[in-house]
């Protein structure tokens, strides 16, 4: 009674998550109007700007702070609605400006440098931030709670004095709203943001500002403080990365990209019900609470929504059905042993449990990776990525094992044969062929070395495809109403000086122009460019779709994190999975990762796709997800080995065979999550999903053909006699098979 009441409970609370989901039921949703949108989705401006300064360790992190102080203020003065300016790395400053329209001018806002002034209430000038030496926090001993030190340089100290004691003599007029005849107006860009009152003449060089009975808070004091060492030293800017995005772009890209989401859905919640049945029937239940769930938590953690942050959505429902594929695959082992429906499901889950929980944190760490050493976009990936991931665990143990536990109570549905079970206790669906894996084993090294060879050497011989994100440059992107002439735009590229540049026309009927430059234009360059545009072919603003702009610094930044991400992902795996196997399992699933990493590799340079920005990120994804594959296996065998005394090479041949079927059905799922979403969500997500799919179907490969093999041969090169079937005693030793048959282990 108290399983049929949690169950009716359960799916009241996924009814009425769908509700508040898709409607504004009890004013609570829906999601689309309480969701941050990115760029890509809401349009607008995005800048980064990297510090020119020789500054490092903590006076570089207190300069960075104070710089972001400033352009916030800067920002927030334009009436945009939510602006987000972060730190990147070390020097580099991300200001995202949703619902700008104007690059050029918003660019030009953030990178001025900043001005600090000290005005009379008159506004007549007293001095600058270059005659600030230096502003701190200090506890209000008489007034309670925090107080601004000041401190200034010579010259300052004489021209404070003298503002001073003007202000003490009350005989400035005030002109400035809300400063007072007697006070000294300190302004940012033009921006009153104190104005104590003077009490005295000060001449000692250094002064306080107090904010009266309580004081500052400690927060205030602080930002204020910022703010004005952020005028005393001020860091000039250089643009190295922006890019525009028009919102009817994005928005149709999102429309087209839930579209594809909801196919892919659909295709794997029918390949679910024909594969597992009622087992199926409720891991589509718990999908159904999963989906909105994961909107909702990334709402409420203050996430953005973005383009990529939806293939990384779509990606983990893929993945999310993996966990129940395994508990699956063990209640039709118990079944098959001849245990009962209800007996099994339980023993099902917890021998699956370990497995789960072992291929999901490898995919994890490699996601952690990914969103430390990630930019915007690409962690915005990586962060759905992490929250679908452990949301998928969850949703796979609790709420499909509640509904299961009911079905095998019903005396209909508790039958074997709706698990898939025939009444001669075979698998419904199934693979029934044994493979020798390891006996040919050398025929898959041949085939990978041959396509690694071909890929990587087509890749070197002609050079890889690096987008602009790699190598620098500028690619804009325009709706000319009409399909515009290739060499018409090629002159007036050329009369603004850009002879190398490549132009494509694009869309319906040709009408969208995209042209792509090798030199990083300034922002005074590309508005002379678009303004030429404009004038030759009679367009205006609104005519510019998108356009993104990448300096020569970030191409080596991306290179170094994506090497960095590989290595750290790798080490922190194969450290895992040393501790909770062997370093022999560890040493294997890394030649894996590595095996899927050059094949993605090769496939980009046989076909020369564009190498850019998302490629990082589909990289670090393959990394994961194909360790999640070889772990599942690994686990297989590292059973086999505790309760089983055969030859190792059968005894991995079993093992794999025993998964093999699980591996494709999790790849399967995946993909068809993945291709829909591929075919209609346009270039942003196909950029993430096309390194995907070819990782996932690399990765599938690796777990079986390679993964294993590698595991063997290691074990054979550290103990051969032991596992090539040679005996300390010969005469008594049966004879040797072929392909190095194995010993009893």
Known sequence: MKRKIAVLAMTVFIVFLWMITLTDLGGI????????????LSGGVYVVMEAQTDATGAELETLMKQE??????????IGLSEPVVTIEGDKRLRVELPGAEDAEEAIET???????????ADGSFVLDGSQVKDAGVMVDQKNGGYAISLEFTVDGAAAFAEGTRKAYSGSVTPTIDGVGARAIAIALDGNIISAPNVNEVISSGSAEITGGVGGFSEDEAVRDALLIRSGALPLPLQEVNSSVQGAALGMNSLKMSVVGGIIGIALIFVLMLVIYRVMGLAANIALLLYIPAIFWILTAMGGVLTLPGIAGIILSIGMA??????IFARIREEIIEGKTVRVSIGSGFRRAMGTIIDSQITTVIAAIV?????????????????????????????????YLQLISENRFLGKKSFFGVREDNSANVAIRRQFSFIRHRRVYYIVTAAILVIGLGAGFARGFNFGIDFTGGTMLQLDMGRQADVAEVDAVLRGSGIDDADIINAGEGGRELIIRTTVSLENEERAALLDSLYEEFGLDDSALMTFEQFGPSIGDLLKRNAVRAVIFASIGMLIYIIIRFEWKFGIAAIVGVAHDVLILIAFY????????????????????????DTIVVFDRIRENLRKKKTKLDALIDQSINQT???????????VLAIVPLSVLGGDVIRQFTTPLTVGILAGAASSIFLCSPIYYQICLALDRPRYSGKAKTPKKQPPRGKGDSGAVV
């Open 29 to 40: 949703g829906p999601i689309m109007d309480k969701a941050k949108l990115g760029l890509d």
């Open 68 to 77: 972001q102080l400033a352009i916030e203020e800067r920002v927030n003065d």
């Open 110 to 120: 953030i990178g001025r440098t900043g001005y600090l002034q000290f005005l009379l």
């Open 321 to 326: 059905v993996d966990a129940n594929v395994i």
């Open 370 to 402: 990914l969103y430390q050493l990630g930019t915007g976009p690409v962690r915005g990936f990586a962060l759905t990525l992490i929250i679908g991931i452990v949301l998928s665990v969850l949703t796979a143990t609790a709420v499909t094992q509640l």
């Open 605 to 628: 340079g046989l076909f020369g796709v564009t190498v850019n920005n998302p490629f990082i990120a589909g990289v670090l994804t393959v990394v994961g997800y194909s360790i999640n």
């Open 660 to 670: 093999i079927f699980r591996s494709l059905m999790t790849s399967i799922t995946t």
